[in-house]
């Protein structure tokens, strides 16, 4: 069963772009899932991620099943730790830190976890995941005791990607890190995009529309956005515009001949 990630392949061979919400348990509350989940539904939002580096609440179940109860948009657990697996979400984003060397979170988090998750049913996704310099440290980066990859060396993020892919991972997702001071640099996402075949997923420090819209033209398909919307909601609606922008753009390009 890979019903979400049939999903997100499908929508790279029509490159079509994709908005992700991220919404963190620790800084959501289910009445401001609420709130949040108008947004989602108004601007047409296509997946939403749920999880945090820390998580201090511990109402993550409930927000999961509040947002299957309440809308059809897929959810995606993106664990900081393996308690962060729930069976009711639709997929699990299987992270492994590629960009470090820390062994737990390259495979002992996940022997560990193995069994519950095996259990829960869940799809299973397994994400190479790669933490760059986002300009100041994160808590990811506090928390997973590695070093980010440098944002100038597009050498070793798209040969890490390249790593990941080679390794079976079936998505690629880079990480400035939640509330990073600077978003990825376009010119490393369009390295790393123009050599994988994966799905890319490009996050941290997304704060506009503007910016989300030339990370996507740089090569991401999917944008993920969690901090700025945190502080304002009604950014939903510009970032999402702006990713789906391009896909109004590519819908509109006839084949040649036609
Ligand atoms: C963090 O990629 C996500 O892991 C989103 O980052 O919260 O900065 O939008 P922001």
């Known amino acids: 069963m890979r019903k979400v990630y049939d999903k997100i392949v499908e929508s790279k061979i029509q490159k079509k772009k994709s908005f992700a919400l991220l919404v963190d348990p620790d800084k959501t509350s289910l009445a401001k899932a609420d709130q949040i989940l108008e947004h989602c539904i108004a601007a047409s939002v296509d997946l939403i991620f749920v999880g945090g580096s820390l998580m201090v609440s511990n109402h993550m179940e409930d927000l999961v099943q509040h947002f299957k109860k309440e809308c059809d948009i897929p959810v995606l657990l993106f664990p900081g730790s393996p308690s962060q697996v729930t ?5 699990l984003l ?3 830190l590629i960009s470090g060397r820390n062994p737990e979170l390259l495979i002992g988090q996940h022997v560990i976890s193995a069994p519950a998750v095996k259990k829960s049913g869940l ?5 190479g995941y790669m933490l760059i310099d986002g300009g100041a ?5 506090y928390i997973s005791n590695t070093i980010p990859l440098p944002a100038d060396k597009n050498e070793i993020a798209f040969c890490t990607a390249w790593a990941g892919e080679m390794l079976g991972m079936k998505l690629i997702y880079m990480d400035a890190g939640s509330g990073a001071r600077n978003a990825i640099p376009e010119a490393m996402v369009s390295a790393v995009a123009q050599r994988i075949e994966v799905p890319l997923i490009i996050g941290g420090g997304i ?6 819209y030339n ?3 740089a090569g991401a398909d999917i944008i993920v956005v969690g901090n700025a919307i945190e502080k304002d909601p009604s950014l939903i609606r510009e970032i999402s515009e702006a990713v789906h922008a391009h896909n109004a753009e590519t819908s509109h390009v006839r084949p040649a001949g036609n």
């Open 87 to 91: 069976p009711y979400a639709d997929a």
């Open 123 to 127: 799809e299973v996704i397994s994400t």
């Open 215 to 217: 990370i996507c033209q």
């Open 207 to 212: 704060r506009t529309g503007e910016k989300a």
């Open 94 to 96: 299987y992270l492994s």
């Open 137 to 141: 440290p994160t808590t990811l980066s």
